[in-house]
């Protein structure tokens, strides 16, 4: 039995940066299932902890603890206990747990643990993040997923195919994953390659839109790689074979514009009824962004449903060494696993990134910096990049005319997505969706 004091546990959560529901009143903690690692030199147990709410749907969470004679300790803080975490990982590792068992998995083969000192130096990551990320050795990062969900992990199984099933090697390759299997099931932690001296693409992009000058060529030719890298990776989704029935390429059909248009019009509602309090004029021009929708559901179908990386944006990529790498498959986190897990239409990647580069102008031009028409040049070398890199592809639609109406569709799409993410998490920066929808209206 784990040594939790369930007394403890709501407080001790509602410390947890990582803990989301610190504004619910909580009903009940319980432990839903755990394994106890007493062998690993700090004791460390895994506990899976249910927390339901007066209100709301219940929730999971990951509680990594070790003894403590004062309440309960997190043994993340211990760097033994990581070290112990990472060799359950690294060695394949099968622990019973209460009604499961945890189970270690290392794809990364020998050559994934070249340069590894012991003991393996630990350094935690200072980002505000939902999980928890240790680089271990500058060689691995491992994150340490807090709250966890039932069913496949979409970061697990798209990082598990491209590294054994794909020669797509312009990401951080997955290690290794630790799971747990049983009535409780998840995906624990994940191990990836750690990319040294690497800055994320939304960093990257803001300090070039900051300078004073005009966009050169060489921004937009790094702008025609990141498109022809999100190219190679849709190539490589593409490439699944049929008996790969998680990520095999489906064909496009009539009823999944359908579906689409109809879930945009759907959502073009939703986000105009609570937007549209704060900003009036947005609701005269329903009709004619509904438009935009509706011509998704008119285009022919062509080309296929592939998987994608379903959150696309410049917080999604690094550069290093003057290369981009695409990481972070975890998809939009508001999404349930199965919904994520959905093949859909490449373009909808294609829309996240373009999307971002208005974002940066937007947010050079909050910071008092004058704006320099960066976006359509921006957008224009990322499209050229991904159409060379995509070219004659099975999942695009055949004709430029579909593949602008579906392109366009998408940008609403997300344009409404973050609408209501603002709203929720940063209401001073709605403006930046909330104008480009203005602009989308007028057709530009
Ligand atoms: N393989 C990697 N190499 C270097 N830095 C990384 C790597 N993976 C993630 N990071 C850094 O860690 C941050 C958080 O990682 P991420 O996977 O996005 O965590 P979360 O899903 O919890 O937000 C990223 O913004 C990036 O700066
Ligand atoms: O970081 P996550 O993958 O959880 O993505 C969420 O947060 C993003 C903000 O961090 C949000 O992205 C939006 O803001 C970005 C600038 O901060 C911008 O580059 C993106 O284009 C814009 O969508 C993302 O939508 C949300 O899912």
Redesign the pocket.
Known sequence: MTTLDLTKLPDHLKSQRWFSGKAWPIKQVSVVDHANLDATPCNLSLAVVEVVYELGQPERYLLPVKPSTDGIKDALEDDGCLRALFDLIRDGAQIPSASGRVVGEWIGGPEGLLGLPSPIPVRR?L???????V?LGEKV?V?I?RKLEAGVNP?YEVGRFLATRTSFRAT?VLLGALRLEGAAGATLA?A?????D???GWKYTLERMRQARPVGDRFLSEMEELGARLGDLHQAFGSAPLDDTAFAPEPLLQEDLQRWSASIVGELGVTLAEAGRLHADLEGRRERLVEYAKRLAQVTPSGQKIRIHGDLHL??V?R?NDQW?I??F?GE?ARSFTSRREKYSPLRDVAGMIRSFDYAEATVALEGGTPRGRVGPSRDAFLSGYRKATQGAAFLPSDDAAFDTMLRAFELEKLLYEVRYEMANRPDWVRIPVEALMRMEEGQ
């Open positions: 990551l980002v505000e993040q939902s999980n928890t990320s680089v990062i994150k997923i970061e951080p994940l990836h390659r750690f990319v040294p690497s800055v994320d917080g999604q690094l290093a790498l990481f972070d975890e986190p």
